[in-house]
């Protein structure tokens, strides 16, 4: 997505504002500055949530990302990961409503030590390379 940085003129109005991006191409912007039409810009991966689990706290309920809307324009894939060891527990896809496809109720883990658990949002480039937030 464009950086609301980046326009040139903009154009106010009671539901937000239109600009006019310095490269010429033409951003909607809702009231809370989100752009609501495909702004030409690139995705940008991102942590949607963070849990620790452990055997205290073994379970992470995932129904609140179980949603439409819930990622950002232009995401194309999700995962769950733990961040320490770099291990892979789920994946998937982002539908055109935004939402998570098959991402399940909740991740159990079976360890006793702390695991750094994150849901992370990627992006797909032109190649199908996905390329993911840094860990």
């Not at 752009?35 to 849990?51: E, H, I, N």
């Not at 990622?71 to 291990?87: D, G």
């Not at 991402?103 to 797909?124: A, D, H, K, V, W």
Request: glycine share 10%; aromatic share 10%.
């Amino acid at each position: 997505m464009s950086d609301k940085n980046d326009r040139g003129k903009i154009t106010l109005l009671a539901k937000g504002y239109i600009g006019v991006l310095k490269g010429g191409m033409i951003a909607a912007y809702n009231k809370d500055g989100e752009c609501t039409t495909c702004c030409g810009g690139d995705c940008k991966p991102y942590v949607l949530a963070r849990k620790t689990t452990n055997s205290q706290e073994p379970v992470w309920d995932l129904t609140p990302y179980q949603r439409p809307g819930i990622a950002k324009k232009l995401s194309t894939h999700w995962r769950i990961i733990e961040r320490s060891y770099r291990l892979q527990y789920g994946f998937g896809t982002i539908n055109d409503e935004r939402e998570l496809v098959a991402l399940p109720n909740q991740f159990r883990t079976s360890y006793s030590y702390n695991g750094y658990m994150e849901l992370q949002i990627g992006c797909e480039d032109e190649n199908g390379n996905i390329e993911w937030p840094s860990l």
